[in-house]
Nanobody, 123 residues
Framework: VLLQAYGGGLVQTGGFLRLSCAASGGTFSRYNMGWFRQAPGKEREFVAA????????DYADSVKGRFTISGDNAKNTVYLQMDSLKPEDTAVYYCASGYSTVVLRRSSDYDYWGHGTLVTVSS
């Protein structure tokens, strides 16, 4: 399984970005796809997750109401729409996949990881 994340960049406070994660090399109908982030000097943390099969979603409290995760089954691509960005959202964002039909929040539950994409929110 190969995951390729892209779409990061520099944005001002209050701005928006959309991250994409293209998946290949597997059958994703039974996979959960997630986004994590890691800020400098901090541990990697859960951001959002979605199941391919039922479209169930889950969000970290810190991004609920501002971020939206979605998937395009035909393109095997998962998106993270990030609105109302704050400086504390600055981090390297990673997409990951785990074999599960329910949403997963723990990084240890994920089997495959993509390279990160940097999001920088200026104040």
């Amino acid at each position: 399984v190969l995951l390729q994340a892209y779409g990061g960049g520099l944005v001002q406070t209050g701005g928006f970005l959309r991250l994409s994660c293209a998946a290949s090399g597997g059958t994703f109908s039974r996979y959960n796809m997630g986004w994590f982030r890691q800020a400098p000097g901090k541990e990697r943390e859960f951001v959002a997750a979605i199941t391919w099969s039922g479209g169930n979603t889950d969000y970290a409290d810190s991004v609920k109401g501002r971020f939206t995760i979605s998937g395009d089954n035909a393109k095997n691509t998962v998106y993270l729409q990030m609105d109302s960005l704050k400086p504390e959202d600055t981090a390297v964002y990673y997409c990951a996949s785990g074999y599960s039909t329910v949403v997963l929040r723990r990084s240890s539950d994920y089997d495959y990881w993509g390279h990160g994409t940097l999001v920088t929110v200026s104040s």
